[in-house]
């Protein structure tokens, strides 16, 4: 069986939900969480230590101001409400990507992050204005920086997801298989399963069932 400590997931497909069902995309953001908390649930039960999950891109501020306005109110009630639990569930909450946001969201999701540093248990990384082609060129700038020589090693160590294991597995739920500037550098590897059901549809069964075919996968690394 191969050993599976990090998932990263593209939650795609939250406003073609949200126009099927309620006429409104914002109404499929609001239903993705949902489908967030049941993952975050089954992640702690298969212990996964690390899940990734893609909740705004650099290229989504494409988006109209309306649509990115929810999104971010959306997430600052979430930390609100939901804080204190992710909390006692030993979660350890950190974000990819660059906080440059409201100041009443930058400073809740700093204090998620410092609130959440200690615990042990599942660690959630929410990308968040993430965009892997600035990560990689931020990396080399670093490099150059500090005059460290150009290596794997030097490099990954000022990648955002420095200190974790490159994802064994990616999931894209919504149907669309690319990768839309999401991890570039540490998916190199990873099992990749593009999943037809838009996010808000997306239920535990969903995934254990890409979890189980994940493991029956034989992962070769380039040998035999
Ligand atoms: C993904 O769902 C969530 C975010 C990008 C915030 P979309 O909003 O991209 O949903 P579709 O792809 O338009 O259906
Ligand atoms: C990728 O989804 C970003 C997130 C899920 C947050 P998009 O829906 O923004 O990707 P594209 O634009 O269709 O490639
Ligand atoms: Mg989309």
Redesign the pocket.
């Known amino acids: 069986m191969n050993p599976l400590n990090h998932v990263a997931i593209i939650?795609?497909?939250?406003?073609?939900?949200g126009l099927k069902y309620k006429k409104s995309?914002n109404a499929?953001?609001k239903a993705?969480l949902i489908s967030v908390e049941k993952i975050i649930k089954e992640s702690i039960k298969r212990n996964i230590k690390f899940l990734t999950l893609y909740?705004?891109s650099t290229e989504?501020w494409k988006r109209p101001k309306k649509e990115i306005n929810y999104?971010f109110n959306l997430l600052e009630n979430f930390l609100a409400k939901k804080l204190n639990k992710l909390n006692n569930q030993n979660i350890k909450l950190n974000i990819l990507g660059t906080k440059n946001f409201s100041k009443k969201l930058n400073f809740l999701l700093k204090t998620a992050e410092k609130k959440t540093l200690n615990n042990t248990g599942l660690q959630i990384n929410l990308a968040l204005n993430y965009g892997s082609k600035t990560e990689i060129i931020d990396a080399f700038k670093k490099i150059n920086k500090n005059k460290k020589k150009i290596t794997e090693k030097n490099l990954i160590t000022y990648l955002h997801t420095k200190d974790m294991p490159d994802p064994e597995l990616l999931i894209r739920t919504?149907n669309t298989k690319r990768l839309s500037n999401f991890l570039l550098w540490q998916l190199a590897y990873a099992e990749i399963f593009f999943v037809k059901k838009?996010?808000p549809d997306f239920n535990e069964a969903d995934y254990l069932k890409v979890i189980k075919e994940f493991q029956s996968i034989k992962r070769n690394f380039g040998n035999i």
Request: no cysteine; hydrophobic share 40%; glycine share 28%.
């Open positions: 939650m795609d497909g939250n406003g073609r939900w995309r499929g953001h993705g909740a705004f989504n999104l919504g838009l996010w």
